[in-house]
């Protein structure tokens, strides 16, 4: 039977040929460059990708005062390099079936140090003696143990579309969304605390009764802007809330904003937050005198002129609040038009916080030693058997949809998610969603196809998460009851929740997957080199106007 050779170009890998000997893959470094002869080719039967090597032919002969080919027996890992080192008329040619311990020549992917069990060389005459038969791969010496990783052109074709990530998509709801200034006014809002009301559970963040104890960066603290004060599972604002606070770094990728996507604009989140008793406890006549006392010349300066003088109208009041309801039109307009711009000033700051140029995006870049070999194992996992791609998706790990996966609710009245969220976005009451008063662009069709109510499959539906930063975001889950990544994992692997779920009915996507112990600690190496470059230090300070 003719032996044939396929070689293919991957940014991943560098040169890497798949030979068929006797209808079994051998993987092998190149050695287009190596002024050297040929080496010899591997014997018949064997498969190199990373375990043993296949009984090796005799190895190549050197050439006259040249490096020698790639030797007969490749090592467990790296593919075998030359099996002779430049050997010289008359010279001793070195073991036919050298070991390569880093990456195999031609730059393909780092394997583990394995030792070959070479024949020695015979001695060189002027061309070089025939190397000794290539002897079994032993266990890798000077590398992690396992096989070296080999990924199929589909899973390449899928790995390239996980990296690197794009630049952000605009939101034309938001003229001001990429305006330097709305985000240093941004920035200031975010870590101002003067407008929240009183406490009423006590905290870390004050007793019961105090009042300008809460800012956004209280429940977005971390090193990934994610929850670090609150001490269970949900989040703790003015009270106690029913839900996990969310990272905002990289936030801006998403589609849908929250959990249960009750916004479909960033900028609309801070408004309800302002105005949830559970998390700030505020109003927005209070954000208003905020922004009219402290910040009124930068705020004009973004924006335009406030046109009523919020001096003169009540503390506080929103919504239904009689303090708001007996403005006139003019001054409620108003009122609403600055907590408006309050939000999109908070979103220009959130499209700050993005990071990039994780290990992963390195690796795919070309950088093959950019994560570890238990790493990649773990990718093959997480495109393959895991089957985590069916909804993390993308460059931004999210397919920006909405699952049931039968989570454990331990609430009286089950979270109902995406059912119970998207009324009160299109509700006729609420001004502020895309196609209100307040969006800069009412023609986006985000909400076109949003009902009231919505359909009964939405019923326990949260949106999938991004997994960029994912061990830097525990806990996990929309009620933060899975406190790491291997319980997060393992959840998966057992095919979500358990029956009967608490709301729905559990996302059909959902299946025993059947992991080894090996591959569940793979995947979580995996989801580790997802951490991208830090934010930098100039967007943590607080900048809030004394």
């Known amino acids: ?98 070991t390569a311990g880093g990456s195999a020549s031609g730059g393909s992917m780092p394997g583990h140090g394995g030792r070959g069990g070479a024949g020695e060389g015979g001695e060189a005459g002027s061309t070089g003696g025939a190397g000794g038969s290539g002897g079994q791969a032993q266990a890798g010496e000077g590398g992690e143990g396992g096989e070296r990783v080999i990924f199929t052109t589909v899973e390449m074709t899928t790995i390239h579309t996980l990296s690197p990530l794009p630049a952000l998509p605009p939101d034309p709801t938001n003229a001001k969304a990429d305006d330097a200034a709305a985000a240093t006014l941004g920035q200031k809002f975010f870590f101002d605390k003067r407008y929240s009301g009183a406490l009423t559970l006590a905290s870390d963040l004050g007793a019961v009764g105090e009042s300008g104890k809460i800012a956004c960066a209280s429940c977005h603290a971390s090193d990934y802007f994610g929850d670090n004060h609150s001490t269970g599972p949900v989040a703790i604002g003015a009270d106690k809330l029913t839900r996990n606070a969310l990272s905002l770094v990289n936030s801006s990728f998403y589609q849908w904003t929250n959990w249960g996507g009750r916004f479909s604009a960033p900028w609309q989140l801070p408004i309800a937050v ?81 990071s990039r140029d994780a290990p992963f995006d390195r690796f795919v870049a070309g950088n093959a030693s950019a994560i570890s070999q238990s790493a990649q194992r773990g990718l093959q996992v997480f495109i393959g058997k895991g089957r985590c791609t069916s909804c993390h998706s993308g460059s931004h790990f999210s397919d920006d949809s909405f699952h049931n996966l039968g989570l454990p609710d331990a609430a009286a009245t089950p979270d109902a998610g995406r059912f119970a969220d998207v009324p009160l976005l299109i509700a006729s009451t609420n001004p502020f969603n895309a196609v209100g008063p307040f969006s800069d662009d009412k023609n986006t069709g985000r909400e076109a196809n949003l009902t009231n109510p919505m359909p009964d499959s939405a019923k326990g539906q949260f949106r999938t998460p991004d997994l960029r930063g994912a061990s830097l975001t525990a806990p996990y889950m929309h009620a933060g009851n899975l406190a790491t990544l291997e319980a997060v994992v393992d959840f998966y692997d057992q095919g979500g929740g358990p029956a009967p779920i608490p709301v729905g009915t559990k996302d059909s996507l959902l299946a025993p997957l059947g992991l080894t112990a090996n591959e569940k600690h793979d995947l979580v190496e995996f989801l580790k080199t997802l951490n991208g470059e830090a934010i930098p230090a100039s967007l943590r300070i607080d900048t809030s106007n004394p």
Not at 309 to 336: E, H, M, R, W, Y
């Open 1 to 98: 039977m003719a032996n044939t050779t396929y070689r293919f170009r991957s940014s991943l890998t560098g040169w890497l040929f798949l030979a068929t000997t006797c209808g079994l893959a051998v993987a092998c470094g190149d050695d287009d460059d190596n002024p050297g002869g040929s080496g010899g080719s591997a014997g018949h039967g064997g498969q190199l990708t990373g375990g043993k090597a296949s009984s090796g032919g005799g190895g190549g002969s050197a050439a006259k005062g040249g490096s020698s080919g790639n030797a007969g027996g490749a090592t467990n890992g790296g593919a075998a390099t030359g099996g002779a080192t430049s050997a010289t008329s008359g010279g001793a040619a070195t073991n036919g079936g050298a």
């Open 274 to 354: 302002a105005e949830s008793a559970k998390n700030m406890h505020s109003s927005r006549l209070a954000v208003a005198h905020l922004v009219w006392d402290k910040y009124k010349s930068e705020y004009e300066a973004v924006f335009s002129a406030i046109p009523v003088d919020i001096s003169t109208l009540p503390a506080t009041g929103g919504g239904s609040d009689a303090a708001f309801t007996g403005l006139t039109d003019p001054q409620k307009t108003a009122v609403n038009q600055v907590l408006a711009n309050f939000g999109k000033a908070l979103e220009a700051y959130q499209r700050k916080l993005v």
